[in-house]
């Protein structure tokens, strides 16, 4: 059985500022639109995860949500996950590992460096620094959500919001 793991990186938010926790930095009207052209993307390609995890950030929340909605997915259903916040690879990693069987398509919403890192990890793939509300799709063969580590993902895609926006 076939397993989907797809990666978003957060879309461009406010800068870091003075007052505001990077934990609290909302998306810029950007951001959300580089959110919804991959929602829409998505939706397009008949990509539909049935579960969504994301960091509890604003920004990958609010990522996450943007996305959701452009596939018709309850908000309510979005798994916040506090490992995909500062916990570098291995917090990406735990919520691959505790996902349920019954996932057939997972979608996670985090940030860089350590979204990138993870995606090379299981992939094997030099994708350098994943864009902002960039995906990357990696398939599994035969493999529970448990047994997933390094260099056991197929490397399929990565995708930008702007070469979206240049296919249109």
Same mark, same amino acid.
């Given at each position: 059985?076939? /397993?989907? @793991?797809?990666?978003? =990186?957060?879309?461009?938010?406010?800068?870091i500022s003075y007052g505001v926790k990077d934990f609290d930095r909302q998306l810029v009207g950007k951001g959300m639109t580089e959110s919804a052209v991959m929602? /829409?993307? @998505?939706?397009?390609? =008949?990509?539909?995860?049935?579960?969504?995890v994301s960091s509890p950030a604003a920004r990958a929340f609010k990522t996450a949500e943007i996305v959701g909605d452009q596939l018709k997915f309850e908000v309510d259903?979005?798994?916040?996950?506090?490992e995909l916040y500062g916990n570098g690879p291995k917090g990406y990693l735990h919520a691959v590992n505790t996902t349920p069987d019954d996932t057939h398509c997972l979608i996670?919403?985090?940030?860089?460096?350590?979204?990138?890192?993870?995606?090379?990890?299981l992939s094997r793939a030099?994708?350098?620094s994943m864009e902002k509300a960039s995906v990357v799709l990696i398939e599994f063969e035969?493999?529970?959500?448990?047994?997933?580590?390094g260099k056991t993902g197929s490397f399929i895609s990565y995708t930008t919001p702007r070469q979206v926006r240049e296919e249109e």
């Open positions: 059985m076939k /397993k989907t @793991l797809l990666l978003v =990186r957060h879309a461009t938010a406010e800068e929602g /829409k993307w @998505l939706s397009d390609n =008949r990509i539909r995860p049935d579960r969504y259903a979005i798994v916040m996950d506090q996670l919403f985090g940030h860089n460096p350590d979204i990138t890192y993870f995606a090379e990890y030099n994708i350098g035969n493999l529970s959500w448990a047994e997933i580590s």
